[in-house]
Structures are given as structure tokens and as C-alpha cells.
DNA sequence: GTCTATAAGAGGATAGAC
DNA sequence: GTCTATCCTCTTATAGAC
């Protein structure tokens, strides 16, 4: 229907905005300009701005929560379940650049509950990552490390993924999995 | 004196809450509040609200950009300058962690002439960073590995490193370099 | 479904008393 | 140096015409 496609143009537009420059500081009338068209008509489409971003976090985190989900109920090695991981995050990145932005800044603005509902959500997924990771570090006989700091470094690379995406608009997402894998994974495993 | 002494509570409160909020969803009122004062009386000591994030800023980015000068004229191994560099992003996210997360997401809200000052300190400070890495690698042999994408994963984790250093505050400085120099080096150069 | 007009409030900043 | 009072602008959101 019109009234859908209509939606997806302003989550887009918005999710583009909040990107550059946080939703604090774009307005309803930004997000219309985007459209070219006045602020009001917004609201025949979507509640208000918090609905906006309430939709664009939660549906971005539910992806990680049920990738995550496959992934942990997978027959695969820990090792391999990491390689998935980074998949996930990648692919996920390229099909959302501007989401994952939000995914590490503005979700502090989101209202309850979907605050307490994105902050759960974050939370079990960290804890499986966690968990996956020290699996492999277990099976590749490697118990000394610190596992947290290796999981914050990991994080810090798969959250910031969405600026090397968007300045590489031209980007082989098969090319960019294999070298995240290995650029992640390498110096923390010993691999063929 | 006195006011110097307000205007760093100043600087440091605003720096708490911008991290916390974002500089743009952070009021005066809110700033004023943290000092239990008004909000005008924060006008006897500094000239704005956009003057606290220039001073926060641009301060850190200097530290930055001075520390790299003394890094690049040292006699000094490329190995050696990137780990000095790493010991560098320690100590003062441990010395700034609320400026820190400013420097990742808040300076898009610099007025000029304070934005390109910005932009171009940090952009300077990357290629510097850039051609220490190369060098390293150069050193090391490998000279076919994504050197853009391994600066990247390093810069990534040292941006993030404030949300660590928050999360454990009674973290002992010399211990986190030396963790994060075995983290961030030791996949990408053959080390002892 | 989009518009104009407007309500209701929050924000940065200044004036002037003390 | 801090306060109260206030200005002016911007913001989210609604009402109601077309």
C-alpha cells in the first residue's frame, strides 16, 4: 500500500539523519524536508519521533537476537559459531548502516519500555557472544586470556563496521566477511 | 582563584552529562543543576554552551596531536611508536573518559571555525598513525595485509576504550597498556 | 494524505537587582 | 558571582480545511 511505502521513506530518511547528526538534534521538520514535505503530514503515517526511533532500534536488535539464536543452536564448533557472528554483524551492517549508528549512540533516548526491552535484548546478546568465545578460547587451549577485553576489542571493531561501510559504499560483502574473519579472528586463534 | 576553579567544574560536569546524553540533549539547565546554580549564572564564567564543547574538544585533540609529534620525531622502531601510540590512547582515555566519548560522536555539532580545526587535527593524527602502522608492517614482511582495515579494528577499540574504563574504575593504567598493546599487536606482528 | 494555523512547552541567552 | 524575570526561537504535536 501507499501508506506503507510512505513509512519505509520516512524510516529511511530518518535513520539517515539520526546517523549524522543524533536524534536529538534532528527535527520532525528535517525528516519531512527530507520527504519535501511539511512535518505534519508525518503524522498520518507514524505516532511521533519516538516511535521512529523505537522502531528502527528494536527491529535492528531483533535481527541480532534471532541470528544469534541460529547461530547458538547450531551443531557448529565455537569457532565456527564465531565466523557466523561476524557474518551476521557484517551483513547486517551492510543492510543497515545507518541503524547500527543508532545502535550504539542514540538508543539512551529511547523511552519505556522499550529502553528496559533494547538494554535486555543488548545485554543476552553480549553474554552469548561471550559465552561462544569462550568456548573457542577453551577448545584452542588458550584459558589465560582476557576474555572481556578481547570481547570489548571484537565489539568495538563490529560497532564502528558501519563508517568503513559507508565510506566503502562499493564493498564485496563476501570479500569484507572473509577479511573481518580474519582480521578479528587471526591474532586470537591459531589458524590455518 | 575562584573562578577558574567554577569553570572546571563547569567543564567537567558538562563533559559528564554530554557523554551521558549527547551534547545536544543536554540543557544549560541541566549543566547549572549539576553545581546546584541557575542556569544564567553559568554565563559569569563561560561565554556558551557551544564554548564548553569547543574547549572539551579541541583540548583533547591537541593533547593528541602533540603527543603524536613527540612520538613521530623519537628515534624510536615503527613497532616501538605504535605501542608509545597505544600507551598514549590509555592514558589520557583514563585522564578524559567523558571527552572521550565526546571526540566519537559529538563533534558534529562544532561550530566553524572550531569544526574544521577539529576535522582536520583528527584527520592528520589518522594519516600519522596510518604511516607508523605501515612502517611496522613494512618491518614485519607483510606487506599484503589490509593495512586500512587493520588501522580500523585498532582505532575502533581505542575509541571505545572510555566505555571500558568506565565500566572498571579501579583499573590499574600500566596494566590496561600492557593488555592492550598484547591485544591490538600481538594478532597482526609476530611477537615473543 | 497533505496542507496551514496554532497550541504548549523547552531551550539558549541577556538584563538588571542584590 | 548568583539570582529572578524575561525574550525569542525552535520543537513536538494537534485541529481542522481541502
Chains 1, 2 share one sequence.
Do not use: C
Not at 101 to 118: G, I, K, M, N, R
Request: charged share 25%; hydrophobic share 40%; proline share 3%.
Amino acid at each position: 500500500m501507499a501508506d506503507s511505502n510512505r513509512k519505509k521513506q520516512i524510516l529511511n530518511g530518518a535513520a539517515r539523519l539520526f546517523r549524522k547528526r543524533g536524534f536529538t538534534a534532528t527535527s520532525m521538520r528535517d525528516i519531512a524536508s527530507e520527504l519535501q514535505i511539511e512535518a505534519p503530514s508525518l503524522y498520518n503515517h507514524i505516532k511521533g519521533k519516538q516511535e521512529i526511533l523505537q522502531i528502527l532500534l528494536l527491529e535492528l536488535a531483533r535481527s541480532f537476537t534471532s541470528g544469534m539464536e541460529v547461530i547458538r543452536n547450531s551443531t557448529l564448533t565455537y569457532e565456527e559459531q564465531l565466523e557466523k557472528l561476524i557474518r551476521l554483524h557484517v551483513d547486517l551492517t551492510i543492510k543497515h548502516p545507518n541503524g547500527m549508528a543508532l545502535l550504539t549512540s542514540d538508543w539512551v533516548h529511547l523511552e519505556e519500555p522499550a529502553f528496559s526491552q533494547y538494554v535486555s535484548m543488548r545485554d543476552e546478546y553480549e553474554l552469548a557472544f561471550r559465552n561462544i568465545l569462550i568456548g573457542a578460547f577453551k577448545n584452542d587451549g588458550k584459558e589465560s586470556v582476557n576474555v572481556d577485553l578481547a570481547l570489548f576489542s571484537i565489539l568495538s571493531t563490529l560497532r564502528w563496521l558501519y563508517t568503513w561501510v559507508l565510506k566503502n559504499p562499493e564493498i564485496n560483502p563476501v570479500e569484507l566477511e572473509k577479511e573481518m574473519i580474519e582480521n578479528l579472528l587471526s591474532g586470537i586463534f591459531n589458524r590455518s
